[in-house]
């Protein structure tokens, strides 16, 4: 009897061939799990606002499984440092070789060995956005939630990012395990390629950036667990910063602008989130996350938010610090990203 139940038991928590559940931990801003590449294990930021495996100048070695491939790319990332401000840029010679998450292994899989470029949280860069727009020239191809999903790994072919307010988290795969979240769910249609950009038909139907109960202004959110704050136009930020009473403290470094807000850590901050129409259930950024820094007297405390140059209205891309207390489902078989509160 207790044989068969815990055969059950592990048979249900298996999707396929993977693991309904892959822990990650927060490192510095930035969310990261153990990926095996080759004979080698990384910690990897696990980043759902880009698509490959990238690997830190100088760690990856070459392994029995590796092959070369003659591909190389240039790649900007915003938002490469714990404070959001460093951009980084990475010079990338893909290989191929075998890549596992989960226990799962995917064989001659694009491995983006960086050999030239800016300091990246952890090991580098595991890129969850959905299929990059096909480019033959390029990486570009299949994912490896897509990859695992094509050969049986995975179905239905969904993941979610798990996120808790205590600093530990998860990677889930298959269907959104109704146990572990409370209220009420809200679908959202998303792109099907290159990012979790939410798609709108009209200006009124898309999502809202609500600030202390007022709508502030409607917005075209990406959703990216690799982004350690939240990231808006300069002067929607500098705007909404004001709007609540901050200070602004900007930097110009190589032509990109950066600001953000301080504030006196007694006094109540700034609440910020979300709306997604026809629903008007505000969705803001945990408290705690809300707060980037504070000096070390305890007295200024800096905000979670971004301005850049590099944005321009209405795009945003909603870092994890929102996602934190949530579970954010992504499902790639119907392109929508779902998300509910964490019970
Ligand atoms: C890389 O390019 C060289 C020269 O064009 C070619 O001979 C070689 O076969 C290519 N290698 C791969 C793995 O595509
Ligand atoms: C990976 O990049 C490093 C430079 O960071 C280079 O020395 C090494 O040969 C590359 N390895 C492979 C397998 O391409
Ligand atoms: C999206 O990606 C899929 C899979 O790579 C590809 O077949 C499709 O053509 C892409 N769509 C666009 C608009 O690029
Ligand atoms: C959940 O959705 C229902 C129906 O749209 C709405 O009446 C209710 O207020 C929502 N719950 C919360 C917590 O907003
Ligand atoms: C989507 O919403 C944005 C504002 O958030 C608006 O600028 C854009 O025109 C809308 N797209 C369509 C197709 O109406
Ligand atoms: C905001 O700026 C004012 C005027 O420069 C300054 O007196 C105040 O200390 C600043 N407050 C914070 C929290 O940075
Ligand atoms: C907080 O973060 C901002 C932006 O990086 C930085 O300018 C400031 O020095 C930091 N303050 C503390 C106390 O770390
Ligand atoms: C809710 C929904 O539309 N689900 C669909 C997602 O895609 C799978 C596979 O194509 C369908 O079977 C579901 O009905």
Not at 3 to 17: D, E, K, M, Q, Y
Not at 48 to 63: D, N, R
Not at 179 to 200: F, Y
Not at 216 to 234: A, Q, Y
């Amino acid at each position: 009897m207790l044989t068969v139940t815990a055969l059950i038991l592990s048979a249900a928590a298996l999707v396929n061939g993977l693991p309904s559940t892959v822990p990650l931990q927060l490192h510095q801003g930035f969310w990261q799990g153990d990926f095996a590449v080759g004979s080698q294990t990384f910690s990897l930021t696990v980043d759902t606002g880009s698509f490959a495996i990238l690997i830190k100048e100088g760690l990856y070695k070459p392994s029995a499984t590796s092959q070369p491939t003659n591909i190389s790319e240039s790649i900007q990332f915003n938002g490469a440092s714990q404070d959001g401000i460093a951009p980084a840029l990475e010079t990338v010679f893909f290989v191929r070789d075998d890549v596992s998450f989960g226990g799962v292994t995917v064989h001659d899989f694009h491995v983006g060995n960086i050999t030239e470029g800016d300091d990246l949280p952890g090991d580098g860069v595991a890129g969850f956005s959905p299929p990059a727009s096909y480019n033959e020239d390029l990486s570009n191809g299949q994912g490896l939630v897509e990859t695992f999903c094509a050969e049986g790994q995975l179905s239905p072919c969904e993941f979610g990012i798990v996120l808790k307010t205590d600093g530990t988290g998860s990677v889930t795969f298959g269907a959104l395990d109704e146990s572990k979240i409370k209220g009420n769910i809200t679908v959202l249609p998303a792109m099907a390629n290159d990012s979790w950009q939410i798609l709108n038909s009209t200006e009124a139907d898309s999502p809202i950036l609500v600030v202390d109960g007022k709508p502030f202004t409607h917005i075209v959110p990406t959703f990216d667990s690799g982004g350690p704050n939240l990231i808006g136009p300069l002067d929607q930020v500098r705007d909404l910063l004001t709007s609540v009473g901050y200070n602004i403290t900007e930097q110009t470094n190589d032509h990109i602008t950066v600001a953000l807000g301080t504030y006196d850590c007694a006094r109540e901050p700034a609440r910020v989130g979300f709306s997604f129409p026809p629903s008007n259930e505000v969705h803001y950024i945990n408290l705690e996350a809300n707060v980037l820094n504070r000096t070390a007297d305890g007295r200024v405390c800096t905000a979670n938010i971004l301005g850049t140059s590099t944005v321009d209205a209405p795009y945003w891309a909603i870092g994890q610090t929102w996602f934190q207390g949530r579970y954010v489902q992504h499902d790639l078989d119907n392109n929508t990203l779902s998300f509910a509160d964490l019970a």
